[in-house]
Protein backbone atom coordinates (compact mmCIF):
# COMPACT_ATOMS: atom_id res chain seq x y z
CA UNK A 1 0.00 0.00 0.00
CA UNK A 2 1.43 3.41 -0.89
CA UNK A 3 2.83 5.30 2.22
CA UNK A 4 3.45 8.76 2.16
CA UNK A 5 6.30 10.81 3.88
CA UNK A 6 4.84 11.41 7.17
CA UNK A 7 4.72 7.50 7.26
CA UNK A 8 0.94 7.29 6.58
CA UNK A 9 -0.37 3.91 4.49
CA UNK A 10 -3.28 4.21 2.44
CA UNK A 11 -5.16 2.92 -0.07
CA UNK A 12 -8.36 3.29 -2.37
CA UNK A 13 -11.30 0.86 -1.93
CA UNK A 14 -13.68 0.94 -4.83
CA UNK A 15 -15.92 -1.59 -2.85
CA UNK A 16 -18.56 1.28 -2.84
CA UNK A 17 -18.87 1.41 -6.74
CA UNK A 18 -18.51 -2.15 -7.42
CA UNK A 19 -21.92 -2.53 -4.64
CA UNK A 20 -23.73 0.39 -6.99
CA UNK A 21 -23.04 -1.27 -10.28
CA UNK A 22 -23.91 -4.67 -8.49
CA UNK A 23 -27.38 -3.28 -7.13
CA UNK A 24 -28.11 -0.78 -10.05
CA UNK A 25 -28.10 -3.55 -11.91
CA UNK A 26 -30.90 -5.22 -9.69
CA UNK A 27 -32.85 -1.85 -9.89
CA UNK A 28 -30.97 -0.01 -6.71
CA UNK A 29 -29.64 3.54 -7.50
CA UNK A 30 -30.42 3.42 -11.09
CA UNK A 31 -30.01 7.00 -11.03
CA UNK A 32 -26.46 7.15 -8.98
CA UNK A 33 -25.04 4.67 -11.38
CA UNK A 34 -26.47 6.62 -14.50
CA UNK A 35 -25.15 9.67 -13.42
CA UNK A 36 -21.50 9.27 -13.89
CA UNK A 37 -19.76 10.11 -17.03
CA UNK A 38 -16.23 9.86 -16.14
CA UNK A 39 -13.55 9.20 -13.84
CA UNK A 40 -14.48 12.72 -11.31
CA UNK A 41 -17.64 10.55 -10.92
CA UNK A 42 -16.74 7.57 -9.78
CA UNK A 43 -14.39 9.41 -6.92
CA UNK A 44 -17.84 9.78 -4.35
CA UNK A 45 -18.02 6.23 -4.96
CA UNK A 46 -14.27 5.29 -4.13
CA UNK A 47 -13.26 5.07 -0.36
CA UNK A 48 -10.07 5.80 1.25
CA UNK A 49 -8.07 3.32 3.32
CA UNK A 50 -6.21 4.50 6.38
CA UNK A 51 -3.85 1.86 8.04
CA UNK A 52 -3.26 1.47 11.88
CA UNK A 53 -1.27 -1.66 14.20
CA UNK A 54 -3.14 -4.79 13.55
CA UNK A 55 -4.93 -6.18 16.26
CA UNK A 56 -4.97 -9.76 18.00
CA UNK A 57 -7.68 -10.69 15.69
CA UNK A 58 -7.28 -8.42 12.77
CA UNK A 59 -10.46 -7.74 10.34
CA UNK A 60 -9.50 -10.14 7.50
CA UNK A 61 -9.78 -7.26 4.35
CA UNK A 62 -9.79 -8.30 0.44
CA UNK A 63 -8.08 -6.31 -1.46
CA UNK A 64 -8.19 -6.06 -5.43
CA UNK A 65 -5.90 -7.90 -7.56
CA UNK A 66 -4.30 -4.77 -8.49
CA UNK A 67 -2.93 -3.80 -4.70
CA UNK A 68 0.56 -3.82 -3.69
CA UNK A 69 1.36 -6.01 -0.37
CA UNK A 70 0.15 -4.64 2.66
CA UNK A 71 1.84 -2.86 5.01
CA UNK A 72 3.73 -5.37 7.12
CA UNK A 73 1.80 -5.64 11.02
CA UNK A 74 -1.17 -2.89 10.39
CA UNK A 75 -4.17 -3.33 9.12
CA UNK A 76 -6.75 -1.47 7.23
CA UNK A 77 -9.61 0.80 8.78
CA UNK A 78 -12.25 3.55 6.79
CA UNK A 79 -10.64 6.96 7.07
CA UNK A 80 -14.33 8.40 6.64
CA UNK A 81 -13.67 9.92 3.21
CA UNK A 82 -14.03 9.18 -0.43
CA UNK A 83 -12.10 10.36 -2.77
CA UNK A 84 -14.04 12.73 -4.00
CA UNK A 85 -14.20 14.20 0.31
CA UNK A 86 -10.91 14.06 0.96
CA UNK A 87 -9.52 16.97 -0.83
CA UNK A 88 -10.67 18.98 2.63
CA UNK A 89 -8.17 16.72 4.45
CA UNK A 90 -5.50 16.50 1.81
CA UNK A 91 -5.41 20.70 2.26
CA UNK A 92 -4.13 20.09 6.20
CA UNK A 93 -1.19 17.82 4.50
CA UNK A 94 2.29 18.50 4.29
CA UNK A 95 3.07 19.54 0.92
CA UNK A 96 5.05 16.62 0.95
CA UNK A 97 2.37 14.35 1.61
CA UNK A 98 -0.07 15.92 -0.99
CA UNK A 99 2.38 15.72 -3.32
CA UNK A 100 3.00 11.90 -3.20
CA UNK A 101 -1.16 11.27 -2.41
CA UNK A 102 -1.32 13.21 -5.88
CA UNK A 103 1.61 11.40 -7.62
CA UNK A 104 -0.08 8.22 -6.52
CA UNK A 105 -3.18 9.22 -7.79
CA UNK A 106 -1.55 10.56 -11.19
CA UNK A 107 0.48 6.50 -11.52
CA UNK A 108 0.07 5.12 -14.55
CA UNK A 109 -1.04 1.53 -12.85
CA UNK A 110 -3.62 4.28 -10.46
CA UNK A 111 -4.81 5.73 -14.14
CA UNK A 112 -5.29 2.51 -15.33
CA UNK A 113 -7.22 1.16 -12.52
CA UNK A 114 -9.58 3.93 -12.69
CA UNK A 115 -10.01 3.73 -16.23
CA UNK A 116 -11.46 -0.32 -15.70
CA UNK A 117 -13.69 1.22 -13.01
CA UNK A 118 -15.19 3.13 -15.49
CA UNK A 119 -15.39 0.43 -18.10
CA UNK A 120 -17.27 -1.24 -15.40
CA UNK A 121 -19.92 1.48 -14.84
CA UNK A 122 -19.66 1.93 -19.01
CA UNK A 123 -20.66 -1.68 -19.32
CA UNK A 124 -23.27 -2.16 -16.11
CA UNK A 125 -25.02 1.46 -17.71
CA UNK A 126 -25.36 -0.18 -21.71
CA UNK A 127 -26.40 -4.14 -20.16
CA UNK A 128 -29.45 -1.91 -18.23
CA UNK A 129 -30.00 0.45 -21.45
CA UNK A 130 -30.19 -2.70 -23.61
CA UNK A 131 -32.91 -3.99 -21.43
CA UNK A 132 -35.37 -1.23 -21.48
CA UNK A 133 -38.08 -3.88 -20.86
CA UNK A 134 -37.20 -4.43 -16.89
CA UNK A 135 -37.68 -2.01 -14.13
CA UNK A 136 -33.69 -0.94 -14.14
CA UNK A 137 -33.67 -1.16 -17.67
CA UNK A 138 -36.64 1.82 -18.02
CA UNK A 139 -35.37 3.84 -15.16
CA UNK A 140 -31.98 3.85 -16.80
CA UNK A 141 -33.88 4.54 -20.44
CA UNK A 142 -35.81 7.30 -18.66
CA UNK A 143 -32.62 8.40 -17.94
CA UNK A 144 -30.83 8.75 -20.76
CA UNK A 145 -33.71 10.45 -22.20
CA UNK A 146 -33.60 13.42 -19.25
CA UNK A 147 -36.61 12.70 -17.84
CA UNK A 148 -35.94 10.64 -15.01
CA UNK A 149 -37.56 11.54 -11.48
CA UNK A 150 -34.27 11.54 -9.54
CA UNK A 151 -32.62 14.00 -12.37
CA UNK A 152 -32.77 17.75 -13.76
CA UNK A 153 -30.65 18.80 -16.20
CA UNK A 154 -28.40 15.31 -16.29
CA UNK A 155 -27.46 15.46 -12.47
CA UNK A 156 -29.29 13.48 -9.73
CA UNK A 157 -31.29 15.30 -7.17
CA UNK A 158 -30.77 13.01 -4.70
CA UNK A 159 -28.04 11.22 -3.39
Given at each position: ???????????????????????????????????IKDC??????????????????????????ESIA????????????????????????????????????????????????IRSV??????????????????????????????????????
Open positions: MPCLPSGLHFAIDPSPLNQLVKGALQGAFVHKLMAGGIFGHIDVLYFKQRAENPNEYLFSARPEGLEPYPSGFTLLSISGEVKKWSEADRSAFIDFLNEDRTEDFFKSLEEAQQILLSHPGTLPGLLATWWKLGCHPLQEGGEALVE
